[in-house]
């Protein structure tokens, strides 16, 4: 299983490029899809997070098929690589 989905319907998964977890609130702000497999997930559209955590950390990235690929524009030792998702 590579991401959750809470009972208020939002997605969280742990990203190995910033180290944080992300969570993406559908039920408020509808802004993600989710194919629904826990396994392989795919969220569309693919630019799913963009955020700066406490340490500063910006995170950009796109998740298809279970693999996380994260944009260039990132700042992170992962920008521009495209990982497997961890499993949670
Ligand atoms: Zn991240």
Sequence with gaps: MKVTV???????FKCPGCGNWH???????VRWNFNGDV??????PPVICEAMNAGG????CMVRD???QFLPDSSHHLAGETVELPDI
């Design 6 to 12: 809470g009972n208020d319907g939002s997605f969280t």
């Design 23 to 29: 969570t993406l609130n559908t039920p408020d702000n």
């Design 39 to 44: 396994d392989k997930p795919t969220f569309y």
């Design 57 to 60: 950390i910006i995170c950009h």
């Design 66 to 68: 279970g693999m996380i």
